[in-house]
Protein backbone atom coordinates (compact mmCIF):
# COMPACT_ATOMS: atom_id res chain seq x y z
CA UNK A 1 0.00 0.00 0.00
CA UNK A 2 1.16 3.85 -1.12
CA UNK A 3 1.54 5.52 2.02
CA UNK A 4 -0.60 9.18 2.61
CA UNK A 5 2.33 12.07 1.54
CA UNK A 6 1.72 15.50 1.67
CA UNK A 7 1.04 16.44 -2.17
CA UNK A 8 2.65 19.39 -1.87
CA UNK A 9 6.06 17.90 -0.52
CA UNK A 10 8.88 16.10 -3.45
CA UNK A 11 12.22 15.03 -2.11
CA UNK A 12 14.86 15.25 -4.49
CA UNK A 13 15.18 12.02 -5.46
CA UNK A 14 11.45 12.24 -6.87
CA UNK A 15 11.98 15.60 -8.37
CA UNK A 16 15.14 14.16 -10.30
CA UNK A 17 12.68 11.18 -11.47
CA UNK A 18 10.20 13.62 -12.47
CA UNK A 19 12.85 15.17 -14.67
CA UNK A 20 14.15 12.26 -16.04
CA UNK A 21 10.93 10.70 -17.15
CA UNK A 22 9.99 14.44 -18.67
CA UNK A 23 12.88 14.48 -21.14
CA UNK A 24 12.19 10.36 -21.76
CA UNK A 25 8.84 9.09 -21.01
CA UNK A 26 10.70 5.63 -22.15
CA UNK A 27 13.37 5.77 -19.64
CA UNK A 28 13.92 2.33 -17.90
CA UNK A 29 13.91 1.29 -14.31
CA UNK A 30 17.64 0.08 -15.12
CA UNK A 31 18.45 3.70 -16.37
CA UNK A 32 17.23 5.67 -13.45
CA UNK A 33 18.35 3.47 -11.11
CA UNK A 34 21.80 4.02 -12.21
CA UNK A 35 21.54 7.54 -12.87
CA UNK A 36 19.96 8.04 -9.26
CA UNK A 37 22.23 5.08 -7.88
CA UNK A 38 19.10 3.43 -6.84
CA UNK A 39 17.61 -0.24 -6.66
CA UNK A 40 15.28 -0.69 -9.92
CA UNK A 41 12.78 -1.88 -7.13
CA UNK A 42 12.76 1.84 -5.18
CA UNK A 43 12.31 3.74 -8.57
CA UNK A 44 9.42 1.59 -8.97
CA UNK A 45 7.65 2.26 -6.01
CA UNK A 46 8.62 5.73 -6.39
CA UNK A 47 7.11 6.24 -9.87
CA UNK A 48 3.81 4.22 -8.60
CA UNK A 49 3.80 6.55 -5.47
CA UNK A 50 3.61 9.45 -7.59
CA UNK A 51 1.60 8.14 -10.11
CA UNK A 52 -0.85 7.39 -7.06
CA UNK A 53 0.07 11.22 -6.01
CA UNK A 54 -1.32 13.09 -9.18
CA UNK A 55 2.20 13.77 -9.98
CA UNK A 56 2.60 11.40 -12.90
CA UNK A 57 -0.86 11.91 -14.89
CA UNK A 58 -0.03 10.50 -18.33
CA UNK A 59 2.62 8.94 -20.86
CA UNK A 60 2.38 10.27 -24.26
CA UNK A 61 4.22 11.19 -27.31
CA UNK A 62 4.14 14.51 -28.84
CA UNK A 63 3.64 14.30 -32.18
CA UNK A 64 3.94 17.23 -35.14
CA UNK A 65 0.04 18.15 -36.04
CA UNK A 66 2.20 19.09 -40.00
CA UNK A 67 3.73 15.42 -40.33
CA UNK A 68 0.24 14.38 -39.96
CA UNK A 69 -1.66 17.08 -42.80
CA UNK A 70 -2.69 19.29 -40.10
CA UNK A 71 -1.26 22.99 -41.11
CA UNK A 72 -3.89 25.18 -39.28
CA UNK A 73 -3.79 26.02 -35.88
CA UNK A 74 -7.56 27.80 -34.57
CA UNK A 75 -7.74 29.28 -31.35
CA UNK A 76 -11.52 29.70 -30.28
CA UNK A 77 -13.18 32.10 -28.30
CA UNK A 78 -16.92 31.36 -27.47
CA UNK A 79 -19.65 33.23 -25.58
CA UNK A 80 -21.89 30.56 -24.08
CA UNK A 81 -24.34 30.92 -21.91
CA UNK A 82 -23.37 30.08 -17.91
CA UNK A 83 -25.83 27.55 -17.74
CA UNK A 84 -24.92 25.25 -21.06
CA UNK A 85 -21.06 25.41 -20.85
CA UNK A 86 -20.93 22.61 -19.55
CA UNK A 87 -22.73 20.39 -22.24
CA UNK A 88 -21.39 23.01 -25.16
CA UNK A 89 -17.71 21.59 -23.55
CA UNK A 90 -18.77 18.22 -23.86
CA UNK A 91 -20.02 18.87 -27.42
CA UNK A 92 -16.54 20.46 -28.24
CA UNK A 93 -14.76 17.33 -26.76
CA UNK A 94 -16.23 15.06 -29.57
CA UNK A 95 -14.61 16.61 -32.29
CA UNK A 96 -10.91 14.99 -32.93
CA UNK A 97 -9.85 18.36 -34.17
CA UNK A 98 -10.27 20.48 -30.80
CA UNK A 99 -7.31 19.78 -28.90
CA UNK A 100 -7.77 21.94 -25.70
CA UNK A 101 -10.94 23.24 -23.92
CA UNK A 102 -10.96 25.63 -21.10
CA UNK A 103 -13.61 27.17 -19.22
CA UNK A 104 -12.48 30.72 -18.73
CA UNK A 105 -13.22 34.25 -17.07
CA UNK A 106 -13.77 37.06 -18.96
CA UNK A 107 -16.09 38.28 -22.03
CA UNK A 108 -15.39 34.57 -23.38
CA UNK A 109 -16.67 31.74 -21.19
CA UNK A 110 -14.88 28.98 -23.30
CA UNK A 111 -11.21 28.75 -24.69
CA UNK A 112 -10.36 26.10 -27.32
CA UNK A 113 -7.56 25.11 -29.62
CA UNK A 114 -8.09 23.27 -32.72
CA UNK A 115 -5.94 21.94 -35.48
CA UNK A 116 -7.57 21.63 -39.15
CA UNK A 117 -5.95 20.87 -42.68
CA UNK A 118 -6.21 24.22 -44.06
CA UNK A 119 -8.58 27.44 -43.87
CA UNK A 120 -11.37 25.55 -46.09
CA UNK A 121 -11.40 22.58 -43.19
CA UNK A 122 -11.91 24.99 -40.51
CA UNK A 123 -14.71 26.84 -42.20
CA UNK A 124 -16.38 23.24 -42.86
CA UNK A 125 -15.70 23.03 -39.16
CA UNK A 126 -17.26 26.06 -38.30
CA UNK A 127 -20.14 25.84 -40.49
CA UNK A 128 -21.22 22.27 -40.43
CA UNK A 129 -20.45 21.72 -36.12
CA UNK A 130 -21.08 24.71 -34.82
CA UNK A 131 -24.22 26.58 -36.35
CA UNK A 132 -26.58 24.70 -34.15
CA UNK A 133 -25.15 25.18 -30.84
CA UNK A 134 -26.02 28.08 -28.05
CA UNK A 135 -22.72 30.01 -28.54
CA UNK A 136 -23.79 33.95 -28.47
CA UNK A 137 -20.31 35.31 -30.09
CA UNK A 138 -17.12 33.94 -31.50
CA UNK A 139 -13.38 35.10 -32.48
CA UNK A 140 -10.96 32.28 -33.99
CA UNK A 141 -7.79 33.01 -34.69
CA UNK A 142 -5.42 31.60 -36.27
CA UNK A 143 -1.84 30.99 -35.41
CA UNK A 144 0.43 32.41 -38.04
CA UNK A 145 3.96 31.42 -35.70
CA UNK A 146 4.71 29.37 -32.73
CA UNK A 147 7.27 30.43 -30.92
CA UNK A 148 6.78 28.24 -27.68
CA UNK A 149 4.57 25.38 -26.48
CA UNK A 150 5.27 22.83 -23.72
CA UNK A 151 3.33 21.28 -21.21
CA UNK A 152 4.18 22.07 -17.10
CA UNK A 153 7.91 20.76 -16.41
CA UNK A 154 9.27 20.69 -13.01
CA UNK A 155 12.77 23.21 -13.36
Known amino acids: ?14 KEI ?5 SDS ?11 NLTRNSIKYRIKNLEARGYIIKY ?11 RVTAIFNFNVP ?23 TGHYSINAMGIF ?8 FLIDNLSQTPIREYVVST ?3 QYKEQFYELK
Open 1 to 14: MIENIELDKLDDID
Open 18 to 22: IKYLQ
Open 26 to 36: RATLTFLSKKL
Open 60 to 70: TTKLDPKKFGK
Open 82 to 104: LDQIKSFANDLKKYENIVNIYFT
Open 117 to 124: ENHEDLNR
Open 143 to 145: VLE
